[in-house]
Nanobody, 119 residues
């Protein structure tokens, strides 16, 4: 099992920003992504980044979130701006070796980091 170490969660007020990071041992995965799950809701895709640089964002975060990968230290980041209370959730990073689905979290995933946005 790949060890994915997430960091950067926390509590902010509406309109604020947070940056999530996820690091793993040196390897460039075919697909890397962030998912989230709010209490009482199903887990959903937030953003994905393929090895070729192509990205996907959920409609709810387009224009507010950005995903990036630093291949010098194998860290995936999710920059979250203009946060809203409905962004409150546990956020998970995940990676996989083929395909890049946006609705189902991948088997290699981190423990999650909590993001709480207050109004």
């Amino acid at each position: 099992q790949v060890q994915l170490a997430e960091s950067g969660g926390g509590s902010v007020q509406s309109g604020g920003s947070l940056r999530l990071s996820c690091q793993w041992p040196a390897y460039i995965w075919y697909c890397m992504g962030w998912f989230r799950q709010a209490p009482g809701n199903e887990r959903e895709g937030v953003a994905t980044l393929k090895h070729d640089g192509s990205t996907w964002f959920a409609d709810s975060v387009k224009g507010r979130f950005a995903i990036s990968f630093d291949n010098t230290n194998f860290t995936l980041a999710l920059q979250m701006n203009s946060l809203r209370p409905d962004d409150t959730a546990m956020y998970y990073c995940a990676v996989r070796g083929d395909g890049c689905p946006t609705t189902t979290i991948y088997s290699h995933r981190g423990q999650g980091t909590q993001v709480t946005v207050s109004s």
